[in-house]
């Protein structure tokens, strides 16, 4: 039976929902529907109640919203019209306990049945604009003030119910209110945590954890200078004419998983991936927080890198991947850049012959510059490939990275 109406509870929480809808109209159609299926049994309690202290006319008004309510929500799932369900919704729990303390004789002998209308302006800032609310706020507090005027006039002689009915009417009227208020201020706040977690997120699938925090905290530039650090550049190797010859879905599939192979070889190393263009993986260690081994670290994730893609085959012709990687060290200057789309980025002659040395380097090598090669060498086994020609650079002393000493293997 409970698993039932839960199932029944999703169902009505889905009603009038379209496809196209953004997650805060989600949330609002949802939310309005179920608090709608909430005050539905309500109504027809209270209407049972009054009808048995045989107070038919007051019976009839809860009874009368019910239906009210119902054939709106029948409407709502037909015609998806928000508007005119929510304004519906928001008129009926405004007026009918306005009615009902008028015709019980006031707010006393009704157990203060009108804060139920109260429900309205919090309905409004829930699933309308806040601006609007104050217009169903300013409504509420009229009808209070005529509840006052009018009802010695509607029912000179009040409703003459038992004390003890009006004691359990006036806390069921409070406890009613009160829950269905808490029940939106936790929906809300539950989403908002939500939201906030996307949010977070987001930015640190974009930025380093360390960049988003202070960007949230102070929205000012940020550029810092690091006096160490190691970038690495890779691209895959003839992927080009092979992008030209595989249908696109092909290429971003393969381009997805192995560049979420390289994110998840990164974050095993401490290493920050900086960014991708194309089919080119850049990554940094020393930033934005400083180390001291940035280099051996970016020297195994390159190692790792390169086994990674050799497990890859090639759909156009079956050949193993390969990638071109380019290691270089020394001082960088980073920042974000942008304000519509955040770019965590490097600068530097540094990050310049990195992006070089994976230019000028050859398949399945790990081309690396005379200072990454001092760095490496008493726990990596790198070889002399000779002077490279580089552009912008001129004549500079390349090595291989091969892989780590048999001592420190």
């Known amino acids: 039976m409970v698993r ?12 009038g929902a379209r496809p196209t809808d953004a997650t805060i109209d989600r949330l609002q159609k949802g939310l309005l529907v179920s608090v709608a299926v909430v005050v539905i049994p309500a109504g027809l309690v209270w209407g049972a109640l ?13 009874w009368g919203y019910t239906a009210a ?9 037909t015609s998806r019209d928000f508007v005119a369900f929510r304004t519906l919704q928001l008129t009926l729990i405004l007026l009918v306990p306005f009615l009902l303390c008028l015709q019980l004789g006031g707010i006393t002998p009704s157990s203060g049945v009108i804060l139920w209308s109260f429900l309205s302006p919090v309905g409004a800032i829930a699933f309308d604009r806040p601006t609007r609310a104050w217009w169903w706020y300013a409504g509420f507090l009229t009808l209070v003030v005529a509840s006052l005027v009018l009802a010695p006039i509607v029912r000179p002689v009040p409703a003459d119910l038992p004390l003890e009915a009006v004691i359990a009417f006036g806390a069921m009227n409070i406890g009613g209110v009160t829950l269905v208020c808490f029940g939106l201020l936790a929906a809300f706040a539950i989403q908002r945590e939500s939201a906030q977690q996307r949010l977070e997120d987001l930015l640190l699938n974009v930025l380093p954890g360390d ?16 006096d ?22 092909e290429v971003v599939s393969m381009l997805d998983r192995l560049f979420t192979e390289f994110d998840a070889l990164a974050d095993a190393e401490g290493v920050e991936k900086i960014k991708t263009i194309g089919d080119c993986y850049m990554a940094a260690a020393g ?6 081994d940035h280099a051996d670290a970016v020297a195994r994730l390159a190692l790792a890198m390169r086994a990674c893609a050799s497990r890859y085959l090639r759909a156009d012709d079956g050949r193993r991947l390969q990638l ?3 290691l270089n060290t020394g001082p960088v200057v980073a920042g974000v850049i942008g304000r519509r789309r955040f770019l965590y980025d490097l600068w530097g002659d540094a990050v310049n012959t990195a992006s070089r040395m994976e230019s000028h380097g050859s398949p399945d090598e790990i081309m690396i510059t005379g200072p990454m090669e001092e760095l490496l060498r008493d726990r990596f086994e790198c070889v002399p490939h000779g002077i490279v020609d580089v552009k912008g650079k001129g004549p500079i002393e390349v090595w291989f990275l091969v892989g780590p000493r048999r001592a420190d293997a």
Do not use: H, K, N
């Open 211 to 226: 960049i988003a925090e202070r960007l949230q905290t102070d929205p000012r530039t940020i550029a810092d200078s690091f």
């Open 228 to 249: 160490e650090a190691s970038v690495l550049f890779a691209d895959v190797v003839d992927f080009t004419p092979m992008s030209q010859r595989l249908p696109a879905r």
């Open 50 to 62: 009054y009808w048995a202290l045989d107070e038919r006319l007051a019976a009839a008004l809860p």
């Open 4 to 15: 039932v109406v839960e199932r029944l509870f999703i169902l009505a929480t889905r009603l």
């Open 287 to 292: 930033v934005p927080t400083p180390r001291s």
């Open 324 to 326: 071109r990687i380019g």
């Open 69 to 77: 309510s119902v054939a709106s929500l029948v409407l709502f799932g």
